[in-house]
C-alpha cells in the first residue's frame, strides 16, 4: 500500500494547498451541555472518561512495535498540547496507516533542525467509525514542526480523508478524542490547536494549511472555531470516574 501514500502526509508535504474542497456536511452547533463554571468537567451527569474512550471514541490500538523504526528511541513526553492534522491521502486509510507505520514505510530525511529519527511518526488516526492509535501518549512524535514544541510537547492527531469516509463523523470523532485527552494529561481548550499553529522553520510557507478543511483561506478562522467548540461540549460532558492512561 505504499502508494497510497504518495501524497502523503500532511506532516510533511511542503505545499499543502486545500484542493478547493469546501467543508461538507459539518454536524449543527453545541447544545443540550453548557460548559460548567471555571471549565471543570461536570460531576452529577454525563459520561466517565473510560466510557467516553471505550463507547464513542472506540481506540483500537496498532502501536509501532517498541524499538522499531519511529519508536527505535524512547523519547518520553509529558504533552501540553493537542496538534490536530489531516492525511490529505485519499485512499489509505486509519490502519493503512497504522500498517505504513510500524513497517517503517514513512520516511524523511534525516537532518539537522529538521526530521530527527528518519521516519514520521504520531499518535492516533481517526476515521469515521474509530481511532487508530499509533504511539502512547507520553512519547514523542514527529509530525509537527521538526525539533519545535509541537512534536516535543503535543499529541499529534491525523484525520483521515480517503474516499468513502464520512468526514463530519471523522471531525466528531476527533472533537471526543480531544475532549479524552485534555480530561487525562489536564490540557486546556486553548492548546488544542491547528498544525497551522507551528512554524515549520526552513520550510515555505512555514505555516501549514492543515488541516485545510477546518481552516478559512489557510488560516484559523470560523471552522476552526467551529471544530473547538465541538471539543468543548464534548469535555463538558465528562464527569469524574475512571480515566485510562493510553
Ligand atoms: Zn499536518
Not at 539537522?112 to 512524535?141: K, M, S, Y
Not at 499529534?156 to 476527533?174: F, K, P, Q, V
Amino acid at each position: 500500500m505504499l502508494s497510497a501514500f504518495a501524497p502523503l502526509l500532511c506532516a510533511f508535504v511542503a505545499a499543502c494547498t486545500a484542493p478547493g474542497s469546501a467543508p461538507q456536511g459539518f454536524p449543527p452547533p453545541p447544545q443540550g451541555y453548557p460548559s460548567p463554571p471555571g471549565g471543570s468537567p461536570v460531576t452529577t451527569r454525563g459520561i466517565t472518561p473510560e466510557q467516553l474512550l471505550r463507547s464513542e471514541i472506540r481506540v483500537i490500538s496498532r502501536l509501532i512495535p517498541k524499538g522499531t523504526y519511529g519508536r527505535r528511541l524512547h523519547r518520553p513526553m509529558s504533552p501540553r498540547y493537542i496538534t490536530i492534522h489531516s492525511t490529505q491521502n485519499y485512499s489509505g486509510d486509519a490502519f493503512d496507516h497504522a500498517r505504513a507505520l510500524s513497517n517503517g514505510k514513512l520516511r524523511a530525511r534525516k537532518r539537522p533542525g529538521g526530521n530527527r529519527i528518519g521516519f514520521l511518526t504520531w499518535h492516533f488516526t481517526v476515521q469515521d467509525n474509530c481511532a487508530v492509535q499509533h504511539l502512547p501518549t507520553r512519547e514523542q512524535g514527529e509530525h509537527a514542526d521538526f525539533d519545535g514544541p509541537g512534536n516535543n510537547y503535543s499529541v499529534g492527531i491525523e484525520m483521515c480523508e480517503h474516499r468513502g469516509n464520512d468526514r463530519s463523523a471523522t471531525i466528531e470523532r476527533t472533537a471526543k478524542l480531544t475532549a479524552f485527552l485534555m480530561y487525562e494529561h489536564g490540557i486546556p481548550l486553548r492548546n488544542v490547536v491547528p498544525h497551522y499553529h507551528w512554524p515549520r522553520r526552513g520550510a515555505s510557507p512555514p505555516n501549514k494549511n492543515c488541516p485545510h478543511f477546518l481552516l478559512d483561506n489557510g488560516r484559523p478562522g470560523r471552522k476552526w472555531a467551529w471544530f473547538l467548540s465541538r471539543v468543548r461540549a464534548h469535555y463538558s460532558r465528562i464527569k469524574a470516574g475512571p480515566c485510562p492512561r493510553i
